[in-house]
């Protein structure tokens, strides 16, 4: 096996089939070069056999936001493996190899989207926040929403300003921006996708919403994302999806950052208790499909800022992702010895401070502790995380962190 970067007139036949073998390349023209695109624009790297490219994995660059900081972060937004290359370690290895790159470009973090728990977590890659996804009817919205006096359509020709408008979107902690090449494949892809938005006085793109995966004449629709720079503005787009209501039976989209979904249902419980068995179920499920893992603990601890109180410990801190890693790889993980600072002026120095408290952890465990997923105390009980419960405790009061959210479906 050779991994190697994507290469246009090489590898783009190749890749194209493996996406198709998957289920994910566009059955429409414009589909496809988008898909073309997607793979030549971005980091890309692409694992042969004998038999030529069996496995790609493409990573898109962003910002995370940590509390009032941000982060660069390197999202792994696609690993796919053609069926012949099937159970022979392609997979892990071309995501340890792009998880590394990220590494190599100065981020601080990744992240990426899981078929299932367990296989990145070999690569140091832990569990992040539940998704919550809402099922409803557009119809059961209030109809006190407030309805925008002339919405706009948006499609693939407003790339630009669709971007600027997310750049400047209401910001949340743990919330990810990527780069513009995500979403210009994101507008793409869909034949049937669409786009509707608001304008202010300056005529710019203010706040929109963008609907994918648009199933027959009644839905369901799915919406893709939700963009808004105000609460405000945020029951204004859902006004706009209950406009659909007369026509579209059924909705579904991760529940914003900025409130609980039910509140706005009038008998959520009966609509749950009527609707539950069939094609049209309504309700709220919970699942985290996206993970994340620290790749630099200096940069990352520098960019952190927790300004109610200081704790101080000994951390060693192992990290599984070495082992898929060539041996003249130059970054190998972050495992080590660290002294640990997290508060006003964190910091993460490779060495161990005498009389500290000393815990080891897990790169993953410890990524889902900096962020807030769980408390550490809970995180003792199913990840790779030991310490002593005095620094459990204080690490609780110190890291009741706000809910994390990606707000961004990588």
């Known amino acids: 096996m050779t991994i190697r970067g994507y290469d246009l007139n090489r590898h783009r036949e190749a890749c194209k089939h493996i996406w198709q073998e998957v289920g994910w390349l566009p059955d429409f023209p414009g ?3 988008a898909t073309e695109q997607y793979f030549a624009q971005n980091p ?35 690993v796919t493996v053609g069926r012949a290359g099937r159970k022979k370690g392609l997979g892990a290895s071309v995501t340890a190899e792009i998880t590394a790159l990220g590494a190599d470009s100065g981020c601080a973090v ?24 809402v099922t409803f009817r557009p119809s059961d919205l209030p109809g006190t929403l407030p309805f925008p006096e002339r919405p706009c359509g948006i499609g693939p020709k407003n790339l630009d300003e669709v971007y600027e408008s997310i750049r400047n979107r209401m910001a949340c902690h743990g919330q990810a921006t990527l780069s513009r090449n995500f979403y210009k494949a994101e507008l793409q892809w869909d034949s049937k996708a669409f786009g509707l938005g608001c304008r202010g006085s300056d005529g ?26 105000s609460p405000s503005e945020l029951l204004e787009l859902l006004g706009m999806i209950r406009s659909l209501g007369d026509q579209v039976d059924l909705v579904t989209m991760e529940e914003p950052p900025h409130l609980q979904f039910q509140d706005l249902m009038e008998t959520p419980i009966r609509n749950m208790r009527m609707l539950g068995g069939d094609k049209h179920r309504v309700g709220t499920r919970a699942i985290s499909y996206t993970q994340a893992r620290i790749l630099r603990m200096d940069r990352t601890m520098l960019s952190t800022v927790i ?11 192992s990290d599984p992702v070495a082992r898929f890693l060539p041996d003249n790889a130059p970054w190998k993980g972050c495992a080590g010895e660290y002294t640990v600072v997290l508060g006003p002026e964190s910091s993460a120095e490779p060495r161990h401070t005498r009389g500290l408290p000393e815990m080891r952890a897990g790169v993953g465990g410890f990524t889902r502790m900096w962020l807030g997923v769980r408390q550490p105390s809970v995180l003792a009980l199913t990840d790779e995380i030991e310490a002593p419960g005095s620094l459990l405790r204080d690490l609780d009061r110190l890291l009741a962190l706000p809910e994390p959210r990606f707000n961004c479906d990588f």
């Open 31 to 33: 589909g496809i070069a």
């Open 44 to 78: 890309c790297l692409v694992a042969e056999t004998e038999s030529g490219a069996e496995a790609l994995a493409v990573a898109v660059p962003g910002e995370l936001r940590h509390l009032e900081c941000t982060l660069p972060f390197w999202a792994v937004t696609s």
């Open 307 to 317: 300004s109610w109180g200081e704790v101080a410990f000994n951390l060693t801190l």
């Open 204 to 229: 710019r793109l203010s706040h929109h919403l963008w609907f994918c995966g648009v199933s027959g004449e009644h839905g369901p629709y799915r919406v893709g994302w939700l963009c808004y720079q």
């Open 110 to 133: 990744a992240g990426l989207g899981i078929f299932e728990q367990g296989y990145y977590n070999r690569l140091g890659y832990g569990n992040g926040p539940y998704n919550r996804i």
